[in-house]
C-alpha cells in the first residue's frame, strides 16, 4: 500500500488533545508483508457487521431523539472515482447536548435515553450510503487548556476484508469552531481539510423535515479523504 501525497495525513501528536500522545506510535512502523490469512479473509464483513441502523434518530419506532433531524448521505469511491459496493459505512456521533452515550464520556451534559449515536449501512452498487439522524453538539475537551470541538460525525468505512478500514470524521459547514479545531486541523493541507467538511443540501432536495447533507468518502489517492 503507498503512501498518501504529502499533506493529507495529519500532524500527529495534537498539541492539547493527550489521546493522541498515547495512541500515537513514537517509532516508525514496521511493514509487515500480508500472509495468506491477510489476503484470503474474512471477506463479505457484512455479514459479520450486519447492516441496517440507519435510522439513529427514532431507533425504537415512537422514541424520536431529541435534536435537530438531519439526512446524510454520500458515496464511498476508490482512488480512480469508481464507486466502492458493499463497504461497510460505521458513523457514531455525540447526541445534541454534545455528549456521548460511552461510559468514558463523564461530561455534565445530559444523555438521551433515545439515542445511542451509532449506525451501520451498506453502501449499494452505485456505492451510495444513507444515514437518519439528528445533527450533533459541540463539546468541550477535557483538559487543562480546554477547547471546544465543532459538531462532526465519525466515519468508518470497510472495505473488502477487514485489513481495508479509513476512519475519518466529518464536519459542518459554517461552523465557527472549524476553524479552532484542533484535530481539523491538524491535516496540513487546505485542500485535503475541505473534504472533511460536508456539503450542504437545499431544503426541496430533502424535504421540510430534515436539513441535507452530503459526503463523499474517497479511499485513497490525491483527492483522499484524511484519516482522523
Request: charged content about 20%.
Given at each position: 500500500m503507498t503512501a498518501l501525497p504529502e499533506g493529507i495525513e495529519p500532524e500527529v501528536p495534537v498539541p492539547g488533545y493527550p489521546n493522541t500522545w498515547t495512541h500515537t506510535p513514537a517509532q516508525p512502523l514496521l511493514p509487515r508483508p500480508a500472509g495468506r490469512t491477510e489476503m484470503a479473509g474474512p471477506v463479505r464483513l457484512h455479514r459479520k457487521l450486519v447492516p441496517g441502523a440507519v435510522n439513529l434518530a427514532e431507533a425504537t419506532p415512537g422514541r424520536p431523539a431529541i435534536?435537530?433531524?438531519?439526512?446524510?448521505?454520500?458515496?464511498?469511491?476508490?482512488?480512480?472515482?469508481?464507486?466502492?459496493?458493499?463497504?461497510?459505512?460505521?458513523?457514531?456521533?455525540?447526541?445534541?447536548?454534545?455528549?456521548?452515550?460511552?461510559?468514558?464520556?463523564?461530561?455534565?451534559?445530559?444523555?438521551?435515553?433515545?439515542?445511542?449515536?451509532?449506525?451501520?449501512?451498506?453502501?449499494?452498487?452505485?456505492?451510495?450510503?444513507?444515514?437518519?439522524?439528528?445533527?450533533?453538539?459541540?463539546?468541550?475537551?477535557?483538559?487543562?487548556?480546554t477547547w471546544w470541538r465543532p459538531p462532526h460525525l465519525h466515519f468508518s468505512v470497510h472495505g473488502p476484508s477487514c485489513l481495508s478500514r479509513l476512519v475519518t470524521q466529518m464536519y459542518f459547514p459554517g461552523e465557527p469552531l472549524n476553524a479552532l479545531d484542533r484535530i481539523l486541523n491538524a491535516i496540513p493541507d487546505g485542500a485535503a481539510r475541505s473534504r472533511m467538511i460536508a456539503r450542504f443540501l437545499p431544503p426541496p432536495s430533502v424535504g421540510d423535515f430534515f436539513l441535507g447533507f452530503t459526503h463523499d468518502i474517497v479511499l485513497r489517492g490525491r483527492h483522499a479523504t484524511p484519516e482522523a
Open positions: 435534536g435537530q433531524l438531519m439526512q446524510i448521505g454520500g458515496r464511498i469511491l476508490d482512488e480512480a472515482g469508481r464507486p466502492v459496493a458493499g463497504a461497510v459505512v460505521e458513523l457514531w456521533q455525540a447526541n445534541a447536548a454534545g455528549r456521548y452515550a460511552h461510559a468514558n464520556d463523564g461530561s455534565a451534559a445530559p444523555l438521551d435515553p433515545n439515542f445511542t449515536g451509532h449506525g451501520r449501512a451498506l453502501t449499494d452498487e452505485d456505492g451510495r450510503y444513507a444515514f437518519t439522524t439528528i445533527k450533533p453538539g459541540a463539546y468541550a475537551v477535557p483538559v487543562q487548556e
